[in-house]
């Protein structure tokens, strides 16, 4: 039971940790900032990452996502990742990155299995192997071990475990499990973002040398990437029959910065102009929107300002509604309830969204 330490409610869904109710999130945004500012501060800093993005003046500039660092003599972007050593940003090359793999059969639990070839067959025969789900066929699922978030729910948190000083993997590595009945490769993390130079490069080279057969090249991605980078990421997904999925992670402002704390503007905006790309292959979807139901903080106006914003662009965009485990720092919220999917299945049709998934029934609870 959390306690808002503004309005004083007590609620099993406001999380101690943050402190706060979505309500004043929201309605004291501006106040509270600085305290939310700190905490994400603190939880970077127990994992020796950059407090904040990096800005120092004269510093070298990083261009591959929102937060444009500028960093100096032997600091670290936000992502822990890139660094500026001797003058020159170093970080993950095409001959290397900090990154684990495996082969997962499909089909999987991917967020968008419920309209991809894998797990459907939609796009059949051009894109799929099969006229349904890809049984006998694998995907090459790649982690990316560093993020440009720093979301206090995060399920793959662990990456943060990973030494400064670890070499980067011979990419030589990840070609060697690019098997013949591998028919798509999907980019997740963390985030890819801070990697995708790496991604973009692997992912053109394994393109050619499939040329010819089907390769899906498919991303997980908060979307805050530099938008050029975005597009070529949706670029190369619409020509292999893959798909980008943009996870929506909230809609206000003051309840991302709390959740994730960054801003969400880049993802927003990126996502207006990746629906434009997605309209010219509408099958299969070409994107995929995916909101994790975070209990008392993704609430029904949240739920509400995502699906105006989603319909205000296209109602035929998927959207994977998710079932939320606590986990990380936000341990003490509990698991999604049914009347909150309800609610947001609800919202969802009412704006006329035409297709609806609903991801890790299993989690769902009855209370709250």
């Not at 025969?125 to 066929?137: I, K, T």
């Not at 979301?151 to 670890?166: A, V």
């Not at 692997?202 to 010819?212: D, N, P, Q, V, Y």
């Not at 929506?248 to 996502?271: D, R, Y």
Request: glycine share 8%; aromatic share 10%.
């Amino acid at each position: 039971m959390g306690r808002c330490k503004s309005c004083q409610k007590e609620a099993p869904t406001i999380s101690g940790k943050i402190g706060f109710c979505a309500a004043c999130l929201r309605r004291y945004g501006d106040e509270i900032a600085p305290e939310i500012a700190a905490l994400h501060a603190r939880t970077r800093k127990a994992f020796g990452l950059p407090e904040k993005a990096p800005q120092s003046e004269g510093g070298i500039p990083c261009r591959l996502c929102h937060h444009f660092c500028r960093l100096k003599e032997g600091e670290f972007g936000y992502c822990g990742v890139w660094q500026n050593q001797k003058g020159h940003l170093l970080g993950p090359n095409p001959q290397g990155a900090f990154v684990s793999w495996y082969l997962d059969p499909l089909p999987t639990n991917c967020v968008a299995d419920f309209v991809c070839p894998g797990g459907t067959g939609e796009g059949y025969p051009r894109f799929a192997h099969l006229p349904g789900p890809e049984r006998g066929y694998a995907n090459l699922a790649v982690f990316y071990e560093a993020c440009n978030f720093n979301c206090l729910y995060c399920q793959n948190w662990h990456f943060k475990l990973r030494s400064p000083s670890s070499p980067p993997v011979p990419t030589t590595k990840m070609f060697a499990d690019l098997k013949e009945h591998v028919s798509c490769i999907c980019y997740f993390g963390g985030d890819p973002a801070p990697q995708s130079p790496h991604a973009l490069s692997f992912s053109r080279k394994a393109l050619r040398l499939r040329e010819g057969k089907i390769l899906r090249i498919c991303w997980e991605t908060n979307g805050a990437e530099n938008t050029p980078i975005i597009r070529e990421m949706m670029r190369l997904s619409l020509n292999s029959g893959g798909c980008l999925k943009v996870d929506l992670k909230a809609f206000s402002e003051p309840i991302h910065q709390s959740l994730c704390g960054v801003s969400n503007a880049m993802t927003l905006k990126n996502f207006k102009v990746l629906v434009q790309m997605a309209l010219k292959r509408p099958n299969p979807p070409a994107l995929v929107a995916s909101t994790l139901l975070v209990p008392g903080y993704v609430d029904e106006e949240e739920i509400e300002k995502i699906a105006s914003f989603i319909a205000s662009l296209s109602r035929d965009i998927p959207w994977s509604l998710l079932a939320f485990y606590p986990t990380f720092y936000l341990d003490d919220l509990p698991t999604t309830s049914r009347r909150h999917t309800e609610m947001a299945l609800s919202i969802a049709k009412s704006y006329g969204l035409t297709r609806i998934n609903l991801g890790n029934r299993h989690l769902l609870s009855e209370a709250y």
